[in-house]
């Protein structure tokens, strides 16, 4: 008995220092944040930098907060929003199946992965004008240009992950006659969890990077959009406050995924 309370002891307090530290890191990181923000403004108020270049966080809230007074501001983001996670989800969607057929059939993986990787390589910028010609000048070409940039990545993503599956438990499983399927449902897939939730969190970077990049090259709203207008009229603050709020919901979608993962490890525990 005296065992099981010093262990249980020892663990409470195991779990307050880890708990302290996670605070303490959470504050460092607030406090960074306060101190450059801090350090921009102050940079922009005294002269060292000249804020029609550089702009500054107040100039920043200004800008975000005309926006906003205008009614243009959710208007935009729901634009910009609505592109990148319809191009996310069916890019991890259809990246998926394909790099489970391509699992399934060793010969259809060996003719089409030269494809891919050279698929992979190729600068998807290129393709803007096919893709306006294509799929036009509204959202669909924006979407396509998420789909085009985040689905190879998924595919070789979980390829990579499926082919990487213990051989060992495999063969247990063969012998046991299991088959394909059975293999797939009940090894292949489950063990590739954790590399699912990787692939989710690259592939949220990667599908701003496509919806920015397509409103780059045609939109007629989004913060893609803002970004291009405020730099041919020289207005560096909705610039630079497009941005923000750019890197504001990638964070968020980016701890979604997160939030995702925890509740999965804590499904897979219980």
């Given amino acids: ?11 409470h307090k195991f779990l307050r220092a880890r708990k302290r530290k996670s605070i303490l890191i959470q504050c460092l990181r607030i406090g960074l944040l306060i101190l450059l923000l801090g350090i921009w403004e102050l940079s922009a108020a005294c002269g060292w930098s000249d804020p029609f270049l550089t702009s500054s966080p107040s100039r920043i809230a200004k800008t975000i907060g005309s926006l906003y007074t205008e009614g243009t501001l959710f208007y935009h983001i729901g634009v910009t929003l609505a592109e990148t996670l319809t191009g996310f989800f069916i890019a991890v969607l259809f990246g998926t199946a394909a790099a489970l057929l391509l699992w399934w ?3 259809l993986r060996s003719v089409l992965e030269p494809y891919i990787v050279v698929l992979n390589a190729l600068p998807k910028i290129a393709l803007g004008p096919l893709i306006i010609i ?3 000048t509204g959202s669909k070409a924006i979407v396509f240009m998420t789909i085009l940039v985040c689905i190879i990545v998924v595919i070789m993503h979980m390829l990579n992950a499926f082919i990487m599956t213990d051989q060992n438990k495999i063969l247990l499983l063969r012998s046991m006659g299991a088959g394909k399927l059975q293999l797939l449902t009940r090894l ?3 063990s590739s969890l954790a590399s699912f939730i990787s692939m989710l969190k690259v592939t949220v970077g990667m599908s701003w990077i496509g919806s920015i990049m397509g409103e780059y090259i045609v939109s007629k709203a989004g913060l893609g959009y803002l970004i291009v207008y405020g730099g041919q009229v020289f207005r560096l603050d909705l610039v630079m406050g497009a941005t923000c709020i750019l890197c504001s919901l990638a964070a968020i979608m980016y701890f979604c995924v997160v939030l995702l993962e925890k509740l999965l490890v804590k499904n897979t525990q219980t």
């Fill in 1 to 11: 008995m005296k065992n099981t309370e010093n262990f249980s002891q020892e663990h």
């Fill in 105 to 107: 059939s060793d010969t």
């Fill in 188 to 190: 292949v897939i489950p």
């Fill in 134 to 136: 294509w799929c036009g």
